[in-house]
């Protein structure tokens, strides 16, 4: 199997659909517990619940923009597959190919997807919205199946060592996630009362700070199995060579660095980072998670000299 400069396009943007998916689709179910319950059990537990005006708007935000990320993500990956017929033909008849789960995980996540923004769309009943909910979480694994999916599907191109490593699908995971959970920090800052998202925001920050953690540290596992089983001169490009400056200032600075220091500096000073710092770090995570693919398709796919 071979990839054109295309499939990183693909990668981050289908990987932070599926991230964005995960969080909110989660967010949205433990909303719906708390309504449930905490209506049931008084005025206190309902305490902290984002404000529907605000809640519907960041939904349709969220939604909307993940499944338009997702239809140009799928589009660059059948631009790159070269007949624009066959993921067609991967979803009408399935086989046990990791591209033809893959195809299938893909179209049942841009349902789900198409279902999360209805529901904030428009009003539905009673039924159709408890439908909706049970289709959103059911939606919820097969987003990590996305996440994951787009480092298998560099894994499984057995011939470029770079990509030979467990730890990638594993990386590209907590970076997908990572991204979805500034997409949805993004929808947040454009709600109207700022007020109403304080307490799923702050929450959003310290999940992100942990994804973040985790990530830096299976990017050093990853790359220590690659000094192990890779070619130095691959390696080098990475590290020092030709993308070394997009893996340092793109990658590490931009995805790692700074939304580990701004989030260790909120939660340590329990203050709120302002919705101009919050949206200037997500933009940077988002740039970094492009970075982090384009960096580990491009030294793959370089010609031998």
Same mark, same amino acid.
């Given at each position: 199997?071979t990839?054109?400069?295309l499939i990183?396009?693909?990668?981050?943007?289908?990987?932070?659909?599926?991230?964005?998916?995960?969080?909110?689709?989660?967010?949205d179910?433990?909303?719906?517990?708390?309504?449930?319950y905490?209506?049931?059990?008084?005025?206190?537990?309902?305490?902290g619940?984002?404000?529907?005006?605000?809640?519907?708007?960041?939904?349709?935000?969220?939604?909307?923009?993940?499944?338009?990320?997702?239809?140009?993500?799928?589009?660059?990956?059948?631009?790159?597959?070269?007949?624009?017929?066959a993921?067609?033909?991967?979803?009408?008849?399935?086989?046990?190919?990791?591209?033809?789960?893959?195809?299938?995980?893909?179209?049942?996540?841009?349902?789900?997807?198409? /279902? !999360?923004?209805?529901?904030?769309? *428009?009003? $539905? =009943?009673?039924?159709?919205? &408890?439908? @909706? +909910?049970?289709?959103? #979480?059911?939606?919820?694994?097969?987003?990590?199946?996305v996440?994951?999916?787009?480092?298998?599907?560099?894994?499984?191109?057995?011939?470029?060592?770079?990509?030979?490593?467990?730890?990638?699908?594993?990386?590209?995971?907590?970076?997908?996630?990572?991204?979805?959970?500034?997409?949805?920090?993004?929808?947040?800052?454009?709600?109207?009362?700022?007020?109403?998202?304080?307490?799923?925001?702050?929450?959003?920050?310290?999940?992100?700070f942990?994804?973040?953690?985790?990530?830096?540290?299976?990017?050093?596992?990853?790359?220590?199995?690659?000094?192990?089983?890779?070619?130095?001169?691959?390696?080098?490009?990475?590290? /020092? !060579?030709?993308?070394?400056?997009? *893996?340092? $200032? =793109?990658?590490?600075?931009? &995805?790692? @660095? +700074?939304?580990l220091? #701004?989030?260790?500096?909120?939660?340590?000073?329990?203050?709120?980072?302002?919705?101009?710092s919050?949206?200037l770090?997500?933009?940077?995570?988002?740039?970094?998670?492009l970075?982090?693919?384009i960096?580990?398709?491009?030294a793959?796919?370089?010609?031998?000299?």
């Amino acid at each position: 199997m071979t990839f054109s400069e295309l499939i990183a396009v693909y990668l981050f943007l289908g990987g932070t659909a599926a991230g964005a998916y995960a969080v909110l689709a989660s967010l949205d179910t433990c909303e719906a517990v708390r309504a449930r319950y905490g209506n049931a059990g008084g005025g206190r537990r309902t305490e902290g619940r984002l404000c529907e005006s605000s809640y519907r708007r960041m939904q349709r935000i969220v939604y909307g923009a993940s499944l338009a990320m997702m239809a140009v993500g799928v589009l660059c990956l059948i631009a790159d597959l070269g007949r624009p017929d066959a993921f067609y033909y991967l979803m009408i008849y399935p086989t046990g190919s990791l591209v033809s789960i893959g195809a299938l995980a893909l179209s049942l996540l841009i349902g789900c997807l198409v /279902a !999360g923004f209805c529901d904030a769309a *428009f009003t $539905l =009943g009673e039924r159709a919205g &408890s439908a @909706l +909910l049970a289709a959103k #979480a059911a939606g919820v694994p097969v987003a990590f199946a996305v996440m994951t999916y787009t480092g298998m599907l560099l894994e499984s191109a057995v011939a470029v060592k770079l990509w030979q490593t467990p730890w990638l699908p594993v990386l590209f995971m907590l970076s997908a996630l990572s991204c979805g959970c500034v997409v949805v920090l993004l929808g947040m800052c454009l709600c109207e009362d700022r007020r109403a998202v304080t307490r799923w925001e702050s929450r959003l920050v310290r999940f992100d700070f942990l994804v973040v953690l985790l990530e830096t540290a299976v990017a050093a596992l990853l790359f220590a199995d690659l000094a192990r089983v890779a070619d130095a001169s691959t390696l080098h490009e990475v590290l /020092a !060579g030709e993308h070394a400056s997009m *893996f340092w $200032l =793109g990658f590490v600075s931009c &995805s790692l @660095l +700074l939304p580990l220091s #701004a989030e260790a500096f909120s939660m340590a000073g329990r203050r709120r980072l302002r919705p101009s710092s919050l949206a200037l770090v997500s933009a940077c995570v988002l740039a970094g998670g492009l970075c982090l693919r384009i960096v580990m398709v491009a030294a793959g796919v370089q010609p031998v000299v």
